[in-house]
């Protein structure tokens, strides 16, 4: 097992900074995702983990030791590619023993191994087929088990879920989830959907435009995200958001826009009194946050979704939107006006200018 | 009714301009095959009958002047050459290839541009340097030697063909090689190459017809005593009387291994892996 | 790295690069059948240019190249595109079968396409021609002493058309058929569509291929090696067959050497005007793994 220590990484194509200055602890056997947009350097971290780019700046350690310059062959870790990359001209058996056969494993060992993993992923009896007649989830077991049979330090997996259908993806997540648990392996794991990084990962690392926007707990970042990108870019349906003043009025922080106006808890407020440089602020709120039929905030009814679990109601207030998740049997017209509360303790609210959280 | 009239016009025109054109070589060719099985021919042109007699070389030697040699042995000296020249192209095209496709180095764009220019330099412009140097290092007069320098002649080519297979095989797989513990050696070796197999078929093809067609190298750099097919026609074409049937026969017969090396190649190579998933 | 670049760039080093220095300095040798070295200056040179000494062939010898070149070049492009033009606007299968027809010179071997020309055209009753004239009670022509430099001319240009027609073809098959449709509908003639659709769009073609066969017809002599060999007294014979009949025939190396320089001084000064004219696309790509 392994601890892996970016520091300060960097790694520029030309004069594009596909990741800038990245500083990351991953512990011992922890389950890791490298979550964001396409573009926002996430798989170049993961490759130059693996020891395909050489950092720009900055160091990549295993353990303790620097491996900038180390090729991927003696990093001892496996990986599973979006593609897979399974050889398509071997069988699956040679495709998973081919990692023994390059690091020169008498070939008396292979079959065990070989059948060891093939065991834990369910694929024993596919082993004499070959890579163009396999589903893509068959694809996928074998990938993953070409990279386990050499008992890496290190799993990397480049957005393992999204060659996958619906179904499968949601039954895989948890299995990947369960493997990485028995087997103990540090793994980090690229993918640009939120859903997978929630359900699967100890930690998640979200990016964006090649620099670290936060990384912690599937809860930090939903609960206390730090930034107006990871407020978005989280949940779904994602997070409302309004422009809102900041006034103070005997002794107390009010919320001020147009069309209505609430106080701040005391502990939101004395946290922002610390950190905000400007009145102008941007308040969040997720769609679950917010209730329908109680309290002053006046709305009226723009669109009813129903999901079956709960109904979706896009609200309006003056001319901003606003997403609001209600009861399952919620019903209500379009263009009919309604009530709304906040949730006092779930409100998020940003700076405008540097768009970081004023409740860190 | 004009405009039709006139399309059928213009359809007419371009089926009598082609067929015009064509006319002469289309008789050259028939006339090559008649000629080549022909027996006693009538007016010169059209064959009285037809038999095997101007086939007659595969069986009895060949003589012209005061010279003589079988066409087996002819037939073998082309297969030689033509052989060392492809295998040649193929290993030197196959690893340079892959170097050009997958890995950065400095000199790279310089080295793919240039292949372009030599491309363009006709190497018999350069005959008589070769041939000193040829006679320098002691290979004139030699068919590996003179092979050899015919297969720099397909070199630039067949590099840009050989990276062009290459740069077909996705990123991933070559990713994934090298976290299974190749060394890029290995990674050529043992993954590529199975992948490259229609290129390498490809390239070997290539390099098989243009040695085995050639005729300027072969002429000036080996000594009149080794025959390959191409010289031992031209010798044939150059002698005082000159038997048109036997030498369509002998052409015909020189024309056939190409052909059965590439039905034989196709077969045997041109299965094509499908890679599973997004390329990448 | 090395071991994989290696090979290929010794190859080239040994035959391309010391060739071309090796032509340049035997050039100023007198290298004859000993091949030994003896610098001489500027005298083959000399003797080329007409400057003190003159080769008598020397003016022979320019005059069959520039009519040569000036002569298979248009009949190429030309030839090329009304072939394939004609050939892409009839019937497929028909189409295909002309295509093919004019293939032919590129896949049969040098000798076999001389040897076609040569009995063609041989001046006796043997030849394929006159036997054909012999048979409507036409007499003999003799060919090759009255016409041999159109003929070496259309050899050689029925090889051009062949690649020039393929790749004139594929172009064609890539415009979108709407462009043509377009254009019937506007009424326009099958010429009209010919002049303003199909050779604007296979501009680039044309180009590439008027400067390949330039570079190919000035260097070219193999085929007028075997279909004339030059003659009938130097009527065919163009300046790299006149190099390498000095060289290999006269054995006289360093003079057939400085014949050669000047090839190779115009194909390289040719090479860097295409490249001025033509611009450097770059079309390669970039590594993606950096060890």
Redesign the interface.
């Known amino acids: 097992m392994m601890r892996i220590s970016l520091h300060n990484l960097s790694k520029y194509f030309g004069d594009v900074k596909a990741v800038d200055e990245l500083t990351l602890q991953i512990q011992e056997g922890e389950f890791v995702a490298l979550l964001g947009p396409s573009g926002c350097g996430k798989t170049t971290t993961l490759l130059t983990i693996a020891g395909f780019y050489r950092p720009t700046k900055g160091e990549v350690r295993f353990s303790d030791r620097v491996v900038n310059d180390l090729p991927p062959r003696e990093r001892n870790i496996g990986m599973v590619f979006q593609s897979y990359a399974l050889y398509p001209h071997m069988r699956v058996f040679d495709n998973i023993t081919f990692p023994l056969k390059i690091k020169k494993v008498p070939k008396k060992h292979w079959g065990t191994k070989a059948t060891e993993v093939a065991k834990l992923l369910e694929i024993a009896d596919l082993m004499d087929r070959v890579p163009g007649q396999l589903s893509g989830g068959q694809q996928q077991r074998v990938a993953l088990a070409r990279s386990l049979v050499k008992e890496p330090d290190l799993l990397l997996l480049d957005e393992p879920l999204s060659n996958l259908d619906a179904k499968l993806r949601i039954t895989m997540r948890a299995e990947l989830k369960r493997l990485q648990k028995d087997l103990g392996i540090t793994t980090i794991f690229v993918t640009h959907d939120q859903v997978e990084a929630m359900t699967m990962a100890d930690r998640i690392a979200l990016l964006e435009g090649g620099r670290l926007q936060q990384v912690g707990s599937p809860e930090e970042l939903y609960d206390l995200p730090a930034t107006l990108f990871v407020a978005g870019f989280i949940g779904t349906p994602p997070m409302n958001f309004v422009e809102v003043s900041l006034e103070e009025v005997e002794g107390r922080l009010f919320v001020i826009t147009e069309h209505f106006r609430f106080p701040l808890l005391n502990g939101i407020a004395q946290k922002v009194h610390r950190m905000a440089t400007s009145r102008e602020v941007v308040l969040g709120i997720r769609p679950e946050d917010i209730k329908i039929g109680q309290g002053k905030i006046e709305a009226e009814v723009y669109v009813v979704e129903p999901l079956g679990r709960d109904t979706l109601v896009t609200l309006r207030i003056g001319a901003v939107g606003f997403k609001v998740l209600a009861p399952p049997r919620f019903r209500v017209a379009i263009g009919e006006r309604v009530q709304l509360a906040f949730s006092m303790e779930r409100i998020q609210l940003f700076d405008k200018t540097t768009e970081r959280s004023l409740l860190l | 009714m004009w405009a039709r009239a006139r399309q059928w016009w213009n359809k007419v025109a371009s089926y009598l301009v082609l067929g015009a054109v064509a006319a002469p070589f289309l008789t050259m060719y028939v006339s090559f095959f008649l000629r080549a099985f022909g027996k006693r021919m009538y007016l010169g042109v059209v064959p009285k009958e037809f038999g095997f007699a101007n086939f007659q070389f595969l069986w009895r030697p060949i003589a012209w002047g005061l010279e003589q040699t079988t066409v087996w042995t002819a037939l073998g000296n082309t297969v030689f050459f033509a052989v060392t020249s492809a295998l040649a192209v193929t290993i030197i095209c196959m690893l340079a290839g892959y170097a050009l496709s997958r890995i950065e180095f400095r000199g790279k764009n310089f080295f793919l541009v240039l292949q372009l220019f030599l491309h363009a330099v006709p190497g018999q412009i350069l005959l008589i340097a070769i041939f000193f140097l040829l006679f320098y290092i002691k290979l004139l007069h030699k068919i590996p030697g003179v092979a050899l320098a015919r297969a720099s002649l397909e070199i630039p080519l067949g590099i840009w063909m050989a990276k062009g297979f290459f740069d077909g095989i996705p990123w991933d797989v070559e990713r994934s090689a090298m976290i299974d513990g190749c060394t890029r050696f290995q990674v050529w070796y043992r993954v590529f190459l199975p992948l490259v197999k229609p290129g390498i078929a490809a390239v070997f093809i290539w390099g098989f017809l243009f040695a085995w067609h050639d005729f300027i190298y072969v002429y000036t750099l080996l000594p009149g005593t080794i025959k390959l097919m191409s010289t031992l026609i031209q010798s044939l074409l150059a002698t005082e009387v000159i038997d048109y049937g036997y030498l369509a026969a002998l052409s015909l017969i020189y024309m056939i291994p190409p052909l059965l090396l590439f039905v034989f190649l196709q077969r045997a190579l041109l299965r094509v892996p499908v890679f599973g998933g997004k390329g990448v | 790295?090395a071991?994989?670049?290696?090979?290929?760039l010794s190859?080239?080093l040994?035959?391309?690069f010391?060739?071309?220095?090796?032509?340049l300095l035997?050039a100023f040798t007198d290298?004859g059948r000993t091949?030994q070295w003896h610098f001489i200056g500027l005298y083959n040179f000399a003797r080329l240019f007409g400057v003190g000494i003159r080769d008598p062939f020397i003016l022979k010898i320019i005059t069959n190249t520039l009519i040569y070149v000036a002569g298979a070049l248009p009949v190429t492009i030309l030839?090329g595109l009304?072939?394939s033009i004609?050939?892409m606007?009839?019937h497929r299968g028909?189409g295909l079968f002309?295509r093919t027809?004019?293939f032919?010179p590129r896949v049969?071997?040098?000798?076999?396409w001389?040897?076609?020309w040569?009995?063609?055209f041989?001046g006796t009753?043997?030849g394929?021609?006159n036997?054909?004239r012999?048979?409507w009670g036409l007499p003999v022509v003799y060919w090759l002493i009255r016409y041999p430099m159109l003929i070496v001319i259309l050899a050689n240009a029925?090889l051009g058309i062949s690649l020039a027609m393929l790749v004139f073809s594929s172009a064609i098959a890539s415009i979108p058929r709407d462009f043509t449709r377009a254009a019937e509908v506007d009424g326009a003639?099958?010429w009209q569509i010919a002049r303003y659709v199909i050779v604007p769009a296979l501009k680039w073609p044309i180009l590439t291929m008027t400067a390949?066969h330039l570079?190919?017809f000035i260097?070219?002599?193999?085929y007028i090696?075997?279909i004339t060999g030059g003659g009938p007294y130097y009527a065919t014979e163009v300046w790299?067959l006149y190099?390498?009949h000095v060289?290999?025939s006269q054995y006289r190396?360093g003079y057939?050497?400085s014949v050669?320089t000047v090839?190779?001084v115009v194909?390289m000064l040719l090479?860097v005007a295409l490249v001025k004219a033509f611009g450097?696309r770059?079309m390669?790509?970039?590594?993606?793994?950096?060890?």
């Open positions: 790295m071991s994989f670049m290696g090979p290929s190859l080239i040994l035959f391309y010391v060739p071309v220095v090796l032509t035997i290298m091949l030839g009304l072939l004609l050939s606007r009839m028909a002309f027809v004019f032919i049969i071997p040098p000798v076999v001389g040897f076609l040569a009995w063609s041989e009753r043997y394929l021609f036997a054909i012999g048979a029925f003639s099958e390949w570079m190919s260097n070219s002599y193999v090696m075997l790299g190099g390498y060289a290999f190396y057939g050497s050669m090839l190779v194909n090479l450097m770059r390669l790509g970039r590594g993606k793994i950096e060890v």
